[in-house]
């Protein structure tokens, strides 16, 4: 990819977007199931600490709760490929157009929406998932049954999920540069660190410099756009227009 761009616009190649819309929806199908088994399991306090969620004894409740949400994953298009590195819902169904002039973005803050917490929720959830997929590729083979992911989520884990732990020692044993984030209870977590592209644009009278982001939008029908952001030093993200060719 160039790392100058005259307008505020990226263009993807349609087999690269193709394979990033599906590994999108099998991801967002593996949240969506975990979350579900952690509001089921996760002891009330843990729940309440980790999502903002209070248990509801309808279960529809909490069904409509995933269904109103509009997902937005963050992807990196690295040299190995893409990775997703984070997801969190967004407010009120915003950003769903692929089509988005550059500005910066309110959802940028830590939100709740649906009673979800924004960032630290997907951040726990891509914790949870990657120790399970871990937990299933080594143990299944010898314990046989009906593993929680199905073959194809195991796949999309591996290949598409940034490894992500509740301690550094996994990654530092194999040499992998991480990054520190946290949970909403403070408890800090270590994911891999995928180097995303840099990048420099002239818009709105502005040179921007910063790093190039993928941004897949999803709702309760599936996927609903991709939606490329230059993510600034100062946290704020400034989006582009999508083209395929």
């Known amino acids: ?10 263009r993807y190649c349609k087999k690269e977007a193709a394979e990033l819309e599906q590994a999108a929806v099998v991801l967002q199908r593996i949240f969506d199931k975990t979350l579900h088994l952690l509001h089921l399991y996760l002891p009330e306090s843990l729940w309440c600490a980790a999502t903002g969620l209070t248990r509801k004894t309808e279960k529809d409740v909490f069904s409509e709760q995933l269904n109103n949400q509009v997902i937005l ?13 984070g997801m969190e819902p967004l407010e009120g169904g915003k950003g769903q157009s692929e089509s988005i002039l550059p500005s910066a973005d309110p959802q940028e803050q830590e939100t709740a929406f649906g009673g979800l917490e924004g960032r630290a929720t997907g951040r726990l959830l891509q914790m949870v998932i990657w120790s399970q997929y871990e937990k299933i590729a080594l143990l299944h083979p010898f314990l046989g049954g009906e593993a929680f992911y199905t073959a194809e989520e195991l796949d999309t884990v591996s290949a598409y999920l940034a490894p992500t732990y509740l301690s550094p020692q996994p990654l530092q044993e194999v040499g992998k540069e991480y990054k520190v984030k946290s949970l909403s209870a403070g408890v800090p977590i270590y994911q891999e660190k995928i180097p995303a592209p840099t990048l420099v644009m002239d818009a709105g009278g502005r040179r921007l410099a910063g790093l190039w982001m993928t941004g897949v939008h999803l709702s309760a029908g599936g996927f609903a756009g991709i939606k490329p952001y230059l993510k600034v030093p100062q946290g704020e993200r400034t989006y582009m227009n999508a083209s395929f060719t």
Request: proline fraction near 13%.
């Open 1 to 10: 990819m160039n790392p100058f761009a005259n307008l505020p616009h990226i």
């Open 73 to 85: 994953q963050k992807w990196i298009q690295s040299p190995k490929g893409w990775k997703c590195v």
